[in-house]
């Protein structure tokens, strides 16, 4: 190579060498922040739901009897005010002893259907199902801020019938519960017991 080669070329090698050291550098400046993002998702939860599942497992029992202070015949339930915590895995049971039906109507009837639940299904008496036909359900154990729907069958005579769900609880908060079957007084079934606090109606309480 001749000297005007070498001072024709001189330039553009030293912009080659330049660029090789400004491409180096981006090269190391990704894989630094690769490394931080990959320690960032190893350090923090793959899970808040999973995290938080470790809290065990609690039951709650709930009673629908056909009678209560002061109105020997309306529906109740027992234990209308629970609390739980967040990733708790709630096994609720409801052991009912009310024969009567009051099956939903209007856009309501939606509430014949199990959700919100472990695999979506509540267990009847042992058996496992998603639904209850309308034409037998008595009550609905419902938590609309939490996505919780528990259909309940009317009772065989003489007997009782247990729905049994387990769900987890994903937020905290004080949740509304409530029975959507017009199973009170009056013209419409949604006077008596579906209208006084603390008999189909309660609360769910969820701690952080
Ligand atoms: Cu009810």
Redesign the pocket.
């Given at each position: 190579m001749s000297r005007d080669n070498w001072r024709s070329k001189g330039p553009l090698f030293v912009v080659m060498a330049l660029a090789g050291i400004v491409v180096g550098l981006f090269a190391s400046v990704f894989a630094v922040a690769g490394i931080a993002l990959g320690l960032r998702d190893a350090v923090k939860p793959a899970n808040a739901v999973e995290h938080v599942a470790s809290r065990g497992t609690v039951v709650e029992s709930m009673s629908i009897v056909t009678s209560g202070p002061g109105h020997p015949d309306w529906?109740r339930y027992t234990n209308p005010s629970w609390t739980v915590h967040v990733g708790q895995t709630v096994v609720l049971r409801i052991t009912s002893y009310d024969t009567g039906t009051?099956p939903l109507s209007g856009v309501q009837t939606m509430f014949d259907a199990v959700s919100g639940t472990v695999s979506g299904t509540e267990s009847v008496d042992g058996k496992t199902i998603r639904s209850v036909p309308n034409t037998q359900i008595?009550?609905?154990f419902t938590v609309v801020g939490l996505g919780l729907n528990l259909p309940i069958p009317a009772a065989p005579a003489g007997g009782s019938v247990t729905v049994t769900a387990r769900f987890v609880a994903q937020r905290s908060g004080a949740f509304v519960w409530q029975?959507y079957?017009p199973?009170g007084s009056g013209p419409n079934s949604m006077g008596g017991?579906?209208s006084v606090k603390g008999w189909?109606e309660g609360r769910v309480h969820v701690l952080a």
């Open positions: 529906p009051a008595a009550h609905t029975c079957a199973c017991a579906m189909m």
